[in-house]
């Protein structure tokens, strides 16, 4: 199977960091832009599509199987290989 990163400019991502803040209980506030006091990260905003494929259900070898540093640019392919070599399954994909 062949791949192609066809993502185009950046991204609509939205990260802050997060403030040192807690509740009563101790647990970290939630970052939640300009909700919890967290600083938007302008570096994110500059980010391009880069993604990862993931096969659910395959028997599939590990360099296949979309590993979180096994992504791909935009503009770049990738070609995987998944064998035909398993019993009937319910199989599906996605990108990160």
């Known amino acids: ?11 609509p991502v939205a990260v ?11 647990v970290p506030a939630q970052c939640v832009p300009g909700l919890s006091g ?9 980010l391009s599509g ?6 659910h ?3 599939v070898p590990a360099s296949y199987d979309g590993w979180t540093e096994n992504l791909f640019a935009p503009g770049q392919d990738a070609v ?5 070599d398993q019993r009937a399954a319910l199989l599906w994909y996605h990108d990160h």
Do not use: C, I, K, Q
Request: net charge negative; charged share 15%; glycine share 12%.
């Open 1 to 11: 199977m062949r791949w192609r990163n066809e993502l185009d400019g950046t991204l």
């Open 16 to 26: 802050t960091t997060a403030p040192v803040a807690a509740d009563a209980s101790g």
């Open 38 to 46: 967290g600083r938007p990260d302008p570096n994110a905003a500059a």
């Open 50 to 55: 880069y993604t990862v494929v993931h096969l």
């Open 57 to 59: 259900g395959g028997l």
């Open 80 to 84: 995987f290989h998944y064998p035909m």
